[in-house]
């Protein structure tokens, strides 16, 4: 049991958490919190468990020498009437979960470190006895808005109409003019310049995250943590303190600050930047690129007949940067790593 005196620092934080509207979490749904905090701090709310201990059935197959570890001494007879406490209440040999008193509990996978145990549950649950409310925040993703750059053009000019006479090669210019009427073929390529961007919002409201939290697991005999069931929905979560690491099978599901976090910051990145591409327009009638082009090919690396020209020019397309934004905490906040099992 000594693994989750950790437990303290979360414990010191139950009582400066709101009790809890429905919100909806990264989950989409709402997660139940199991709290160990070392302490004996429930006691008489497990007493629901009124099934008898007969110690019978599958009692036997239960290490049930493990069970009690810190309890020591004599035990009372009667059911196990605290099953997160760690000790065999009845004298069967069996503590907490792997007592079949303790109907109402369950183990999940142990995980070093842990200061809560979670679960999604339905939006409308209520925080099962012995737990209490828990609020957390979340900062999640954001969206950051990618801004246009510009891209890089280049076009060989060709005599003809299928590229096969190579006259010279272009850039962005606004007007290339021919001294007369003649036929142009065109073969060339549009890259982004790298000059896109990604802007970041002014701020991002944080998720809220209402979980249940109980003071401590309870033993099982596997070695995982006796945690109430819930009846509402299955998966399996552990919060740890800070920026730790989730270890299998649990793996990381979302940060988690204090519910007090006003407000989180977008952290934008440019993962890369895509070119719209390039064309030519030519012009077959006049010299100076002026009124409508007869004809508008594009710079996508394969050849393009241009038709008759007596200008043309070279159009290099916009840019957009492809963003990744993350959203922290705009200001100091504690922070917890919430694992989940897949
Ligand atoms: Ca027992
Ligand atoms: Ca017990």
């Known amino acids: 049991m000594k693994a989750w005196r950790r437990a303290s620092g979360l414990a010191a934080l139950l009582p400066l958490l709101p009790a809890?509207?429905?919100?909806?979490?990264?989950?989409?749904?709402?997660?139940?919190?199991?709290?160990p905090a070392g302490t004996g701090a429930q006691s008489a709310s497990g007493?629901?468990?009124?099934a008898t201990s007969s110690g019978s059935g599958a009692g036997g197959a239960n290490a049930g020498?493990?069970?009690?570890?810190?309890?020591?001494?004599?035990?009372?007879?009667?059911?196990?009437?605290?099953?997160?406490?760690?000790?065999?209440?009845?004298?069967?040999?069996?503590?907490?979960?792997?007592?079949?008193?303790?109907g109402g509990y369950e183990c999940v996978p142990a995980?070093?470190?842990?200061i809560g145990f979670a679960r999604p549950v339905g939006a409308a649950d209520p925080c099962p006895a012995p737990s209490a409310p828990l609020a957390l925040a979340g900062c999640g993703a954001c969206a950051c808005s990618a801004q246009a750059g510009t891209c890089s053009v280049s076009a060989q000019v060709h005599k003809g109409h299928s590229c096969g006479y190579w006259i010279s090669t272009k850039?962005?210019?606004?007007?290339?003019?021919?001294?007369?009427?003649?036929?142009?073929?065109?073969v060339g390529t549009a890259a982004a310049q790298g000059n896109g961007w990604c802007e970041a919002p002014a701020s991002v409201?944080?998720?809220?995250?209402?979980?249940?939290?109980?003071?401590?697991?309870?033993?099982c005999a596997d070695g995982g943590a006796c945690v109430p069931k819930n009846p509402s929905a299955p998966g399996r979560c552990v919060l740890l303190d800070g920026a730790a690491q989730c270890s299998p099978p649990y793996v990381q599901q979302a940060r988690l600050y204090d519910a007090g976090l006003a407000q989180c910051a977008c952290l934008c990145t440019k993962q890369s930047e895509q070119c719209a591409g390039g064309s030519v327009s030519v012009y077959p009638d006049n010299y100076y690129c002026s009124g409508n082009a007869a004809t508008v090919v594009a710079l996508d690396g394969a050849c393009h007949d241009g038709g008759t020209a007596a200008s043309y020019r070279i159009v290099a397309g916009g840019s957009a940067a492809i963003c990744a934004?993350?959203?922290?905490?705009?200001?100091?906040?504690?922070?917890?790593?919430?694992c989940c099992v897949p």
């Open 205 to 219: 409201a944080p998720s809220a995250w209402h979980g249940c939290a109980v003071a401590a697991p309870g033993h």
């Open 111 to 114: 995980h070093a470190g842990a």
């Open 47 to 50: 007493g629901a468990s009124s």
């Open 325 to 338: 934004g993350e959203a922290v905490p705009a200001g100091p906040a504690a922070s917890y790593t919430l």
């Open 20 to 35: 809890a509207g429905c919100v909806l979490d990264r989950f989409g749904t709402n997660a139940f919190l199991d709290l």
């Open 65 to 102: 020498g493990a069970a009690a570890a810190g309890a020591g001494g004599s035990t009372p007879a009667g059911p196990e009437i605290d099953c997160l406490n760690g000790a065999d209440d009845d004298g069967d040999d069996l503590a907490d979960c792997d007592d079949p008193d303790c």
């Open 171 to 186: 850039y962005v210019e606004d007007c290339y003019y021919l001294n007369y009427q003649d036929s142009r073929s065109f």
